[in-house]
């Protein structure tokens, strides 16, 4: 049974979740403008190193060195500056490797779409291959074989996560392959290539992009937990993981060495997370109309 309070509690709801949108995205913003302008915004060189500084608190504590407003790590470098530039590559491998799994996951999911029989069954063995085996062990086994070069890490995190796209593409091909708009095309003579590109593309772009949004915020985490093992990238570079796992010996001492970055990841994986939630929602007409 409906209430009057009912109307009032979804619009509560409503604008509250607006709310949240509204930050997700101002913060979105703001992470996107600090990792591009890193080596604008930075007051020092993320790689410069005074043992006189080392361990500095941030502003506020004693003991605190003038400029390092958030501190200094083991080794004197400035901690909001390799904040900046940790989060610049971060978001740069996250990115990438996000672009690679979509162009991956999305080719073989409308090959296997179209190409009902042994293409479709083999690609969807590879899917249900990758979902079966746990992909941080596959990551670890590929980085510790081939090396934790630049090259190597993003090809790993390119094919995280390329099954979720192969299955979406897949299923949307395979719906729509049966309207009539596609009967049609293929009745005036539309080839197989034509079609794809000219109808069935443009009508999965909005799955894609939720499915894009969700899966960057996974490969931040998974990109940070690499680094965090030293299988990710290396120092003196840095990344937002490698800067956990350099400063986790020294956090009864110094803990803003890993609260820094780790607060960044958090932020970054939140607002990526509800911006992902949003597009959802605004992509599934029947969430929209509710």
């Keep these: 049974m409906t209430t009057l309070a009912d109307p009032i509690r979804h619009r509560r709801r409503a604008a ?18 600090a990792a591009i302008l890193a080596p604008l915004i930075a007051p020092f060189d993320p790689l410069d190193q005074s043992l ?13 060195s003038p400029g390092h407003l958030a501190g200094t790590d083991e080794l004197g470098r400035d901690v909001f500056s ?14 990438g490797g996000a672009v690679i799994g979509l162009g991956i996951g999305g080719l073989l999911g409308l090959i296997a779409g179209l190409r009902p029989g042994w293409a479709e069954d083999g690609i969807m063995a590879l899917v249900d291959m990758q979902i079966a085996i746990p992909f941080t062990l596959v990551a670890l086994l590929v980085l510790a074989l081939l090396g934790s070069s630049l090259t190597v890490l993003i090809f790993v995190l390119g094919i995280a996560g ?43 772009v909005s799955p894609l992009v939720v499915q894009f949004t969700l899966a960057l915020s996974n490969i931040v985490i ?38 820094v970055p780790a607060g960044l990841i958090v932020l970054l ?15 599934d007409v029947r969430l929209r109309d509710r």
């Design 16 to 33: 509250s979740t607006n709310i949240i949108q509204k930050v997700a995205l101002l913060l979105a913003v703001v992470l996107a403008v």
């Design 52 to 64: 006189i500084s080392r361990l500095r608190p941030p502003i506020g504590f004693d003991r605190y």
């Design 82 to 95: 390799r904040g900046l530039y940790g989060l610049r590559l971060t978001l740069a491998l996250a990115f």
């Design 162 to 204: 390329w099954e979720q796209y192969a299955r979406i593409v897949r299923a949307e091909v395979r719906r729509l392959a049966s309207q009539p708009f596609i009967e049609a095309a293929r009745a005036a003579g539309g080839g197989t290539a034509y079609i794809a590109r000219r109808h069935l593309l443009p009508n999965i």
């Design 222 to 259: 998974l990109e940070s937990t690499l680094s965090f093992l030293g299988l990710g990238v290396q120092p003196p570079t840095p990344s937002l993981g490698s800067m956990v796992g350099l400063g986790r010996d020294y956090m009864p001492t110094a803990p803003w060495i890993v609260l």
């Design 269 to 283: 994986t939140f607002t990526v997370q509800i911006l992902g939630d949003w597009l959802r929602d605004r992509a």
